[in-house]
C-alpha cells in the first residue's frame, strides 16, 4: 500500500499531486519510452480528482473522482492499493476507483518487481501556457492568472 497524507494547494490553474512512477517521475514528452505510472491530481478549485493509470507508450486510463469534502481545506489521505488484478484508489481508506489490470502486463510486472518509486508535486499553468494533455483536464485545471500567491500544499510523509 501506499499512501501519503496531505492537503492540496488551493486555487485555479495549481495541481497538488501524489504519484507512483517506474521511470523517474518524468512525463515522456517524446512518447517513444514504455512506462507506468498511476496519478492522483488533485485540483485546488474544485472537489474533482482526476485519477490515472498509464502503460504502454502514454496510453492514459484516467477517471474523475469526487470527494464530499473541500481538499484544499483539510490534510486528507490519498493511497493506492496494488494487487495482481487491481488497483484501488482509495481516499481516506475508501476506494473511489478500482481498476482491473489483468490485461496490462507491464503494470502487473511493475507491482511485482516493486519498481514504482513514489512521488509528490505542485504545480500551475497560466493562460500563457502551452496548451498540453487531454481538453478535460486541462479545461478543469483552469490557469493561475489571477490566482492569490502563495498557493501552498501540505504533505506528510
Known amino acids: 500500500y501506499h499512501s501519503i497524507r496531505l492537503k492540496a494547494a488551493g ?11 517506474n521511470n523517474g517521475g518524468l512525463y515522456d ?21 482526476w485519477t490515472n493509470m498509464f502503460t504502454d507508450i502514454a496510453v492514459e486510463h ?11 481545506s483539510a490534510v486528507h489521505e490519498y493511497g493506492f492499493e496494488l494487487s495482481d488484478n487491481f488497483i484501488a484508489f482509495k481516499v481516506d481508506g475508501i ?6 489490470i489483468r ?23 497560466s493562460a500563457s501556457d502551452p496548451g498540453e494533455g487531454i ?5 478543469a485545471m483552469g490557469v493561475l492568472n489571477g490566482n492569490r500567491f ?6 506528510i510523509l
Open 11 to 21: 486555487g485555479p490553474g495549481v495541481v497538488s499531486t501524489f504519484y507512483l512512477s
Open 29 to 49: 514528452k517524446t512518447k517513444t519510452h514504455p512506462w507506468v505510472e498511476l496519478d492522483f491530481e488533485i485540483m485546488g478549485n474544485t472537489a474533482g480528482i
Open 62 to 72: 484516467n477517471a474523475w473522482i469526487t470527494v464530499p469534502f473541500d481538499v484544499t
Open 95 to 100: 476506494a473511489y476507483r478500482t481498476v482491473d
Open 103 to 125: 490485461n496490462h502486463q507491464d503494470v502487473r510486472a511493475a507491482i511485482w518487481s516493486s519498481s514504482l518509486q513514489e512521488f509528490i508535486s505542485v504545480w500551475g499553468k
Open 135 to 139: 481538453m478535460e483536464f486541462r479545461n
Open 150 to 155: 502563495p498557493a501552498v500544499a501540505e504533505y
